[in-house]
């Protein structure tokens, strides 16, 4: 395999690592509201769905997270991800185009996708923990207010 054989490929699965998270976000944040609903009462109105956030960036859907988990861990590294991962896409573009500048820093960027991976990877392993321990708490909906 070339080096830059080997550049797309670790800039392509880094880059599907961050699809990977916007859709486990997703999930996890429209199964949180089916949860929070599943507890209310029919007469108690609440309409967040997770059609709210089908079409969010992954800085919205970060946010929307921080505020229904307690896994500020997780948190700081989604924001700190987040952040990078335009510079990523930019380079990542760049090297797959051919126009990397250099034999050294397109092995400093393979390494760095390859990072940056490992990250996703394990952030993705958090979130479907947290989903699994809400799917484990949840409760049917409540018939009436006494």
């Known amino acids: 395999m070339t080096n830059q054989e ?14 990977l998270i916007e859709e486990g976000l997703k999930t996890y944040i429209q199964t949180y509201h089916n949860t929070v609903k599943s507890y209310l009462p029919p007469e108690i109105t609440y309409k967040h769905t997770g059609a709210d956030v089908q079409d969010a960036s992954l800085g919205k859907l970060v ?6 988990s307690a896994r500020d861990d997780v948190i700081v590294e989604l924001r700190s991800l987040t952040r990078a991962r335009d510079e990523l896409a930019h380079s990542a573009f760049l090297g797959m185009v051919g126009t990397s500048s250099s034999e050294i820093k397109s092995h400093e960027k393979i390494a760095e996708f390859q990072e940056v991976t490992k990250k996703l990877t394990h952030l993705l392993l958090e979130i479907a923990r947290e989903m699994t321990i809400m799917l484990l708490h949840r409760q049917p909906k409540a018939s009436a207010l006494p």
Do not use: M, T
């Not at 946010?63 to 229904?68: E, H, L, Y």
């Open 6 to 19: 080997k550049y797309r490929e670790a800039a392509s699965q880094a880059l599907c690592g961050f699809q």
């Open 63 to 68: 946010n929307v997270f921080s505020k229904i």
